[in-house]
Nanobody
Framework: VQLQASGGGLVQAGGSLRLSCTAS????????MGWFRQAPGKEREFVAA????????DYADSVKGRTTISRDNAKNTITLEMNRLKSEDTAVYYC?????????????????WGQGTLVTVSS
């Protein structure tokens, strides 16, 4: 599956962003989907995930309560909405897919990655 992420950019602290990830070649309904991010000098970390069939969602503690992940299988797309952005949210955000019922939080378990989209939060 090919994953194409979009929606990054420069956002002011306290603002919101919406990232999208569209899949090609295969349906997102075949995968658990989600997002990881990587800040400069840091390891790639889990952000949010949505299950393959039951649409169960999971969030990192750092974004819980201000983030929503959703999927639209008909459009072959997942979406990440983040509110009340903080400077520590600055990172490259990667769309992820795994041929399993859940995504998990370990980057080593991910089978497919998108190209990454940069989000910069200015304070």
């Amino acid at each position: 599956v090919q994953l194409q992420a979009s929606g990054g950019g420069l956002v002011q602290a306290g603002g919101s962003l919406r990232l999208s990830c569209t899949a090609s070649e295969r349906s997102v309904s075949s995968f658990a989907m989600g997002w990881f991010r990587q800040a400069p000098g840091k390891e790639r970390e889990f952000v949010a995930a949505i299950g393959r069939r039951n649409f169960r969602t999971d969030y990192a503690d750092s974004v819980k309560g201000r983030t929503t992940i959703s999927r639209d299988n008909a459009k072959n797309t997942i979406t990440l909405e983040m509110n009340r952005l903080k400077s520590e949210d600055t990172a490259v955000y990667y769309c992820a897919a795994r041929s399993y019922y859940i995504l998990g939080v370990n980057a080593h378990d991910i089978g497919y990655w998108g190209q990454g989209t940069l989000v910069t939060v200015s304070s």
